[in-house]
């Protein structure tokens, strides 16, 4: 069986140009199978992936809040793409609680590509939440237009919703 598999892997890898001709080839022992299939993403990097694709567009299908207050929604859309049982979640708050429950999520202290930031809202003051597109730059919803864009590093993220706003910051991976 594991011959078979072995063959089947090599022959699709000839079909794409990837390795000589299978009849050039010997066997190959399954401890070799790992250098030539690549390796699978993280669901970080599916994660990343996906918010880069969603750059300068809305990608909420449903508009159920105004743009103002979309960012939510628009951050669990994006997860959705990855976890399609993560729901769609409309409030910041609410959004952090289900960040820190959630198994395929860790509450992290530092700042990395692919990673999400949530400071959530309180009873007076709107929250806000994106995720890191590089290692300098936050997306999020605009709440000017409604697209989802860089527009925060973290040091104006800081300033605008720890320092003015009063929120506190956190910071989840995907496990």
Request: proline share 5%; charged share 30%; net charge neutral.
């Amino acid at each position: 069986m594991l011959k078979l598999l072995e063959k089947l892997v090599l022959l699709l890898k000839e079909l794409l140009g990837l390795v000589p001709k299978i009849e050039e080839m010997s066997y190959i022992p399954l401890e070799n199978l790992k250098d030539y299939i690549p390796p699978m993403k993280t669901n970080e990097e599916k994660l990343l992936e996906v918010a880069i694709g969603a750059l300068d567009t809305d990608p909420t299908s449903k508009d159920e809040v105004s743009d103002e207050v979309a960012c939510s929604e628009v951050l669990s859309t994006l997860i959705k793409k990855v976890f399609p049982d993560f729901p769609i979640i409309n409030s910041t708050k609410d959004l952090d609680l289900k960040l820190f429950t959630d198994k395929r999520f860790k509450r992290e202290t530092e700042p990395k590509k692919g990673r999400i930031i949530v400071s959530p809202r309180t009873n007076t003051q709107f929250g806000h939440t994106g995720l890191w597109i590089t290692s300098e730059r936050i997306a999020s919803n605009n709440s000017k237009n409604g697209l989802f864009q860089g527009n925060y590093d973290f040091q104006s993220w800081i300033k605008e919703f720890k320092d003015k706003r009063g929120l506190r910051i956190y910071i989840y991976s995907v496990v």
